[in-house]
C-alpha cells in the first residue's frame, strides 16, 4: 500500500473517531445544561440566586445555584467553559469534509444521475450554502421574527425544505444528506463561536471589573443555546444516515429528512417540557406515532 492513500485512511479513521467524540461532548452538554436550566427551582426570593436545584451522581449530593449576580473574584479565573467541544467537532467535521468529500468530489459528490456539473463548481456551491445559510439564519435571529416563535418556526421548517429539495437536485443522495446535516451543524457551531461564548466572555469581563453585566446578553446566548439543542437529533440522524440507503436513495428523501426533523424537534420538545415539570405525553406520543406512520409511508411510496 503507497504511503500517501495509508496515511489518509488513518487520518480519515482517526477523524471520524474524533469527530463523534467531541460531537458526544458538545451536544452532552447541551442537553445537561438545557436541563439544568428547566429543572431547577425559580421560586426564590433573592437579590443574588436566579435558582437552585440538587442532583445526584456517583453516591454524591451536588448543590446546584443559578446566579443573577457574578461569583466572587476568585472563581472567575476558575470558571469551566464549556467551548472546545464544539470548536472541535466543527474543526473534525470539515475536515473530513475537505479529506473525504473534497478530495474525491468527482466521485462521492456528483452524481451524473441527478446533476452533471465539474467537481470544482460541486465544492463551491457547498461552501457556499454553509456560508449563505449561516448568514440567513443569524440575520433571522437578529430580526423581530425571532420575537413571534410560531413564525420563526414556520420560515425555519420552510427554509429546512427548501434547502433539502435543492441539495437533492444538485448532489448525489448520500453527500445531499450530509450538506443538510453540515449546514445545520454550521449554524450550531457559528451559535457557539459568534453569540454565545463572545456574550459569555463580555459578562466575565463586566464582572472581573465589578460591573453589573447585561442580562441580555445571558438571554441571547442562551435563545441560540436552545436552538442547538433543538437541532441535535436531526443532526445525530443525518451522522447516522450512512447506515440506511433505503432512506437516503428514495425518491422523496428530501421530504423523509424533513419529516425526520420535525418529527425529532417535537420529541426534543416533549423532553425540554418535562424538563420544567410540564408533563405533555400525548407530545412524545404523537411523535412516535408520527415516525411510525412515516415509516409505512416510505414502504407505501418507495
Not at 467553559?81 to 479529506?99: A, D, R
Not at 420560515?155 to 441539495?167: D, E, T
Not at 405525553?281 to 416510505?298: E, K, M, P, R, T
Request: aromatic residues 16%; charged residues 15%.
Amino acid at each position: 500500500m503507497e504511503f500517501l492513500p495509508y496515511t489518509i485512511k488513518w487520518l480519515e479513521v482517526t477523524l471520524r473517531w474524533a469527530h463523534v467524540l467531541f460531537a458526544i461532548l458538545w451536544v452532552g452538554n447541551s442537553f445537561l445544561f438545557n436541563y439544568l436550566d428547566n429543572k431547577l427551582n425559580k421560586n426564590i426570593t433573592s437579590d443574588d440566586i436566579d435558582g437552585e436545584g440538587y442532583l445526584m451522581h456517583s453516591g454524591f449530593f451536588y448543590k446546584l445555584t443559578r446566579l443573577k449576580t457574578s461569583p466572587p473574584q476568585d472563581y472567575l479565573n476558575k470558571l469551566v467553559i464549556f467551548k472546545w467541544q464544539s470548536y472541535l467537532t466543527f474543526v473534525t467535521g470539515m475536515l473530513l469534509l475537505v479529506i473525504i468529500y473534497y478530495y474525491n468530489a468527482g466521485v462521492l459528490m456528483v452524481d451524473k444521475r441527478v446533476l452533471l456539473i465539474h467537481p470544482g463548481y460541486a465544492i463551491l456551491i457547498s461552501l457556499l450554502s454553509l456560508i449563505i445559510s449561516w448568514f440567513v439564519y443569524d440575520l433571522l435571529c437578529k430580526s423581530k421574527l425571532i420575537e413571534n416563535n410560531i413564525l420563526f418556526i414556520s420560515i425555519a421548517i420552510i427554509l429546512l425544505v427548501l434547502v433539502s429539495f435543492g441539495l437533492t437536485k444538485l448532489f448525489g443522495p448520500k453527500f445531499a444528506f450530509l450538506s443538510v446535516g453540515m449546514i445545520i451543524g454550521t449554524n450550531m457551531f457559528g451559535n457557539v463561536f459568534t453569540v454565545i461564548i463572545p456574550n459569555q466572555m463580555n459578562i466575565i469581563k463586566s464582572s472581573e471589573k465589578g460591573d453589573k453585566f447585561d442580562m441580555s446578553l445571558s438571554l441571547a446566548a442562551k435563545q441560540r443555546s436552545i436552538h442547538n439543542n433543538y437541532s441535535t437529533f436531526l443532526v445525530l440522524f443525518i451522522m447516522l444516515s450512512g447506515h440506511f440507503n433505503f432512506l437516503v436513495y428514495h425518491k422523496y428523501n428530501w421530504l423523509i429528512l424533513c419529516l425526520v426533523g420535525l418529527i425529532s424537534g417535537v420529541a426534543r420538545h416533549y423532553f425540554n417540557l418535562r424538563g420544567r415539570n410540564i408533563h405533555r405525553l400525548y407530545i412524545l406520543i404523537s411523535s412516535i406515532i408520527a415516525f411510525i406512520g412515516l415509516a409505512v409511508l416510505v414502504l407505501l411510496f418507495k
